[in-house]
């Protein structure tokens, strides 16, 4: 299929229908609004948290109705960006993703599948680049013991702090920013995938440990987890750049505990593979029940150079439709500025119960020196 072509099936696609997460199919199946357990979607509240840590299922001892539904969510997104310093301005379809979740049969095991039909951004040369056709996220989750859990797939290593149920456009440096690989591979596209960052998605394996509290919630307690990410990345590809990549030697050893109660949370993580290294403390709080506030810094090694990075922030509810957010980021490397990024959030839902649909705009401004960057994010949630 040729790009143009791609790109007008995923219009029509987005037309008929649109998601934001899997928040509709359960809100079509339990006959929710997205607010049960979301503060905004797709930020998780308390109630979010304990559903998604129960392997999608409801508190057994407060049982819900459920409908029938297909178990199948898309979400669709227009993006146009402005490079005020470079007088560069580009509005594109940035991504048509399908995606399910839920519980495997009768069985304690959950899976969750996030697939991208269409996938693009803008390159540093300014070209969109096409990686459409692959998987965001594609795992299973096994309960082992009350206690014990295994996660096997491709999966974000860290799990503290969930990027992809950020309301900003853009991940917080302190999480998404990389360790370069210790040797080039064959391709380029395979070098990059060698690289490191806790946020970033690769094919892995996760045995977890976690002490529950006594507040009852399936999500609080102490979280103590290895994981052994994989060099690859899943694919059903539609371009070079979204190839099908698997290297078995595992990156390193990524080591994570942290605290959790409702959406407060403490704790750290570390990283050590071959010549590179990393290690970083994290916490997030919610001040008031208007006020979210969040911080990391970590200390980051490589043969070549050795710098601390940190991500600050905070986000104010409004309304139940409206958020706005500051975040700073900033790293020690020399030549590196601070860049300040200024969002909000508006999520309008809409339709019936067994419809159950929403329109999402997100807008943010990168304030750093020579690189002033809005961006806007369009979505259609079904």
Same mark, same amino acid.
């Given at each position: 299929?040729?790009?143009?072509?791609?790109?007008?099936?995923?219009?029509?696609?987005?037309?008929?229908?649109?998601?934001?997460?899997a928040?509709?199919?359960?809100?079509?199946?339990?006959? &929710?609004?997205?607010?049960?357990?979301?503060?905004?979607?797709?930020?998780?509240?308390?109630?979010?948290?304990?559903? +998604?840590?129960?392997?999608?299922?409801?508190?057994?001892i407060?049982?819900?109705?459920?409908?029938?539904? &297909?178990?199948?969510?898309?979400?669709?997104?227009?993006?146009?960006?402005r490079?005020?310093?470079?007088?560069?301005?580009?509005?594109?379809?940035?991504?048509?993703?399908?995606?399910?979740?839920?519980?495997?049969?009768?069985?304690?095991?959950?899976? $969750?599948?996030?697939?991208? #039909?269409?996938?693009?951004?803008?390159?540093g040369?300014?070209?969109?680049?096409?990686?459409?056709?692959?998987?965001?996220?594609?795992?299973?989750?096994?309960?082992?013991?009350?206690?014990?859990?295994?996660?096997?797939?491709?999966?974000?290593?860290?799990?503290?702090?969930?990027?992809?149920?950020?309301?900003?456009?853009?991940?917080?440096?302190?999480?998404?920013?990389s360790?370069?690989a210790?040797?080039?591979?064959?391709?380029s596209?395979?070098?990059?995938l060698?690289?490191?960052?806790?946020?970033?998605?690769?094919?892995?394996?996760?045995?977890? $440990?976690?002490?529950?509290?006594?507040?009852?919630?399936? #999500?609080?307690?102490?979280?103590?987890?290895?994981?052994?990410?994989?060099?690859?990345?899943?694919? =059903?590809?539609?371009?070079?750049?979204?190839?099908?990549? $698997?290297?078995?030697?595992?990156?390193g050893? $990524?080591?994570?505990?942290?605290?959790?109660?409702?959406?407060?949370?403490?704790?750290?993580?570390?990283?050590?593979?071959?010549?590179?290294?990393?290690?970083?403390l994290?916490?997030?709080?919610?001040?008031t029940?208007? +006020?979210?506030?969040?911080?990391?810094?970590?200390?980051?090694?490589?043969?070549?150079?050795?710098?601390?990075?940190?991500?600050?922030?905070?986000?104010?509810?409004?309304?139940?439709?409206?958020?706005?957010?500051?975040?700073?980021?900033?790293?020690?490397?020399?030549?590196?500025?601070?860049?300040?990024?200024?969002?909000g959030?508006?999520?309008?839902?809409?339709?019936? #119960?067994?419809?159950?649909?929403?329109?999402? +705009?997100?807008?943010?401004?990168?304030?750093?020196?020579?690189?002033?960057?809005?961006? =806007?994010?369009?979505?259609?949630?079904?």
């Amino acid at each position: 299929m040729n790009r143009r072509r791609l790109l007008l099936s995923s219009i029509t696609v987005g037309i008929l229908s649109g998601e934001l997460g899997a928040t509709p199919q359960f809100a079509r199946k339990y006959q &929710v609004d997205c607010s049960y357990c979301h503060v905004a979607p797709p930020r998780l509240n308390a109630q979010g948290l304990a559903f +998604l840590a129960n392997g999608y299922r409801m508190d057994p001892i407060q049982p819900m109705p459920s409908h029938s539904t &297909v178990p199948l969510a898309v979400w669709n997104t227009f993006d146009l960006e402005r490079r005020h310093t470079a007088d560069f301005a580009k509005g594109f379809p940035s991504r048509v993703e399908l995606i399910s979740a839920g519980p495997i049969a009768s069985t304690r095991a959950a899976y $969750f599948i996030e697939w991208r #039909a269409l996938s693009q951004n803008i390159g540093g040369d300014r070209h969109l680049v096409n990686r459409s056709g692959r998987f965001e996220d594609l795992f299973v989750r096994v309960p082992l013991s009350n206690a014990i859990n295994v996660t096997a797939g491709q999966f974000r290593a860290l799990s503290q702090i969930d990027v992809s149920q950020r309301l900003s456009l853009s991940e917080p440096l302190a999480f998404s920013s990389s360790l370069p690989a210790p040797e080039p591979a064959r391709t380029s596209r395979l070098t990059g995938l060698r690289a490191f960052s806790p946020s970033g998605r690769q094919p892995a394996v996760r045995l977890e $440990f976690q002490r529950e509290s006594s507040s009852g919630s399936p #999500a609080d307690g102490w979280h103590t987890s290895v994981t052994l990410p994989l060099t690859g990345e899943l694919t =059903i590809p539609f371009t070079d750049a979204a190839s099908f990549e $698997f290297e078995a030697k595992p990156k390193g050893v $990524f080591l994570e505990s942290y605290r959790r109660r409702g959406t407060t949370t403490f704790g750290g993580h570390a990283f050590a593979g071959d010549d590179r290294r990393l290690g970083s403390l994290v916490a997030s709080h919610d001040l008031t029940s208007r +006020l979210a506030l969040f911080g990391a810094v970590g200390r980051f090694w490589t043969p070549a150079a050795a710098d601390t990075r940190f991500s600050v922030g905070a986000e104010y509810t409004l309304s139940r439709f409206l958020i706005g957010g500051a975040r700073l980021d900033d790293r020690t490397a020399p030549n590196v500025d601070p860049a300040l990024f200024l969002y909000g959030n508006v999520h309008l839902p809409f339709g019936s #119960a067994t419809w159950r649909q929403a329109m999402r +705009l997100q807008v943010e401004q990168r304030v750093q020196r020579r690189n002033h960057i809005t961006t =806007i994010g369009l979505s259609h949630i079904f």
